[in-house]
Every structure is written in C-alpha cells, then in structure tokens.
C-alpha cells in the first residue's frame, strides 16, 4: 500500500495538517477588521523572518509574480543592471529585467556552484560612473541545489549606489539571511516553500533607499505598483482581492515558525543538508554540488550514468508514492533533487533515504545497503542529543 504521497520538491512543498485546517475556514470580508488583524499579524510575522524593520507587501502571486513586482517597482526602461546568475531563476531573473526594457549584463557561473563575489567587486569598480543601478542575485538556486553567499556579495559591492535585489524565494527560512544587517535593498520570497503553505503569495521587502529609486521609476505598473500596495496596508488592506484563504493558512504557518524559533528552523534545514548529502556518498551516489556551496534546501543527486536519473524518480513514483524533482535543460536526466525545506520531518528523510537504496538495489546499483540509512540514523540521534 502506498498510502498519500511523499513529496520532496524543493517547491511546492508540504502543507502541515495545522495549516490544512487553519485554511478550511469560511471566507470573510477582505475590507473588514478581521482581514485587517490578520494582515497586520502577517506582515509583522513576516518581517521577523526577513529580520528586517522595512517595508514589505504581499502580492497575489507566485515567486515569479514577486521578481516583476520588484523588477517594475525599481528598474527604468534603460537601467543597467548587473544580473548574476548561478542556475535557471538566475537567468530568469535576468529575463524579466530585459523583457521591461533594462539592459542586462549578466555574469554567469558555473552550474552548481556560487557566484565569486571577487568578480563582482572587480566589475563593479570598473564601473566609475555608476551607470549600473542594480545587482540581481539569487539566494538559493533550485536548479542546481547551491546556493549564493548573499553577505559576502554585499560586503562585495562596497560603496557602490547599485540596489541590491534578491531572490530569496526558495531560502528564506531555510538559509539564512538578514535584511538589515547585510543591507539588502530588496528582497522577494514566496509562500511555497520554507513558509509551507500552498502557492500563491509572495513576499517583497525594500529599503528606503529602494524606496527613493521608486520614486524615479518610470516603469509601467499598475497591479505591481508599490504605492498603491503601501496605500492600502496603511488601511489593513490590499489593493485588489487577496486569496483569504492563503492568508489564514500563513498566519498559521508563521505561528508554527514562530513556536520552534527563526533559529532552529534555519539550523533544522541545515542539519537536514548534512544528513542527506552524508547518506548519499555513503550510498555511492555524486553530487553536483561541492559541500560549500550546498542548499539547505535541496540537494542535487547525479544519478548512476549506466541509469539515468528518470527511471530512478519513476521507480520511486510508481513504488512507493515517492516525488523527487527532476533535472532541467542540460540536467534533466542527469541529476534528481530531493528537496528537504519547509514541512519536512525527520522519519520523511529516513522513508526517501530508504527507499532510494532500496530503487538503487533495483537497477543493480553496487551498494553496501543500509549504510546510507545507517548515517542518517546516527545523524537523527546526534540532533536529538543536542
């Protein structure tokens, strides 16, 4: 019997019963005191999860909805822009930029690997006139499971004008990041992933420097547009009809947040890295990623060439209701990613671990089985020792 299934995407990701349940509730009046409180606690939740002290609207939409919202708020037709890109949203952040008239000058790196702060430091100080007037970075890079050193990339930058704007929609909560601190001018998140409730908000913070850039913007905009957003929160409401539904479910998602600390959520995601990247070397398998630019999101898996990585995601689809992510354009069929963020526990992380050895067996794989399982088993009781 397969019962329900196991998904480990590194988005969506799955819905805590508390949350299911906080969802299931009759609609109310978006313009009402009750959508009102309940808007206000989110932000407020919200913000704690970016440390941060500064603006922040929630947007009908998903991740994708919130970089346009960022790209057309704080980008002018004709801006330059220094996009750099590590993977797929990389690039795609990129391409929005492009697409509402920016010109882009993308630096690319290695797949599965972090962007070199070093070779920003050197572009940016070539650039005398600061004609570059913002830097588009991705925090965790789903594609490939690395991620970028957000605070090293800032300090990076200097004193340089450019706004830094970052994609942080599949890590924020799951890799850490601190607004404030490391001066970040604008940050974009989403509901899907470490928040763990269903696809359909996203979440944008700026800075008041950003905020000065929109100011000048001359972008078209009108669902997008940041005044109209800060308008209506000013109110307890947002500009247009917002999925109630998500919202009730995101109050909840925070309060369970809230309830295990900022703190241990972002070490849990971490102690899951580990685990699963020591398991899988113990079972044999290569990963894409080298340990110091891994995800505490997803891990990137290179499957057994004589294999393929399909066949062993649709073994375990049709086995044991088990759904891994797969490998993109030039990865796919190359590497599987088993995402481990948001509502992930830690007897998931033993079913998946378990079943792949057990998927491996099948193709004739040569492995000590158990020895991947074993690690994770020692992995769990150091963490409960703790």
């Known amino acids: 019997m397969k019962g329900e299934p196991y998904l480990f995407l590194p988005g969506p990701t799955p819905v805590p019963e508390r949350v299911a349940r906080a969802m299931n509730r009759p609609m109310i ?108 970075i991705t925090q965790n890079e789903t594609s490939t499971g690395a991620y970028n050193d957000v605070k090293t990339i800032r300090e990076a930058m200097g004193d340089h004008p450019a706004l830094l704007m970052v994609d942080a929609v599949s890590g924020l909560a799951a890799i850490d990041l601190r607004m404030d601190e490391w001066r970040l001018d604008v940050v974009i998140s989403g509901s899907q992933k470490a928040f763990m409730i269903p696809p359909g908000l996203s979440f944008m913070a700026f800075s008041d420097k950003a905020f000065q850039v929109y100011q000048k913007n001359t972008n078209t905009k009108y669902y997008w547009d940041l005044a109209e957003g800060l308008k209506y929160l000013r109110q307890g409401q947002t500009p247009f009809t917002p999925p109630i539904s998500l919202y009730y479910g995101l109050r909840e998602a925070l309060q ?83 995402g481990h963020l948001g509502y992930i526990r830690e007897l998931d992380l033993l079913a998946v671990l378990a079943a792949l050895e057990i998927t491996l067996d099948h193709f004739d794989f040569s492995l000590d089985m158990g020895a991947g399982l074993k690690i994770a088993q020692k992995a769990i009781l150091n963490m409960h020792k703790q």
């Open 29 to 136: 009046n978006h313009r009402g005191e009750e959508f009102k409180a309940i808007l206000e606690d989110v932000v407020a939740g919200i913000k704690q999860i970016y440390r941060t002290s500064a603006n922040l609207l929630i947007y009908p939409a998903s991740g994708t909805g919130g970089l346009e919202a960022a790209v057309v708020n704080f980008i002018s037709p004709g801006d330059k822009v220094l996009a750099v890109s590590i993977g797929i949203f990389g690039d795609r952040f990129a391409s929005i930029a492009e697409a509402f008239g920016a010109e882009v000058e993308k630096i690319d790196f290695p797949w599965g690997t972090g962007a070199d702060s070093q070779r920003i430091r050197e572009r940016l100080e070539q650039d005398k006139d600061h004609r570059i007037k913002a830097v588009l």
């Open 256 to 338: 369970i947040m809230a309830e295990e600390g900022l703190e241990n959520v972002i070490a849990r995601h971490t102690a899951y890295r580990d685990m699963v990247r020591a398991s899988l070397r113990a079972m044999g398998l290569r990963l894409l990623t080298e340990d110091r630019y891994a995800s505490s999101a997803v891990t990137s898996v290179i499957a057994p060439p004589e294999i393929g990585a399909n066949p062993i995601r649709k073994y375990m689809l049709d086995q044991f209701n088990i759904i891994l992510a797969g490998g993109q354009q030039k990865l796919d069929n190359v590497i599987f990613r088993i």
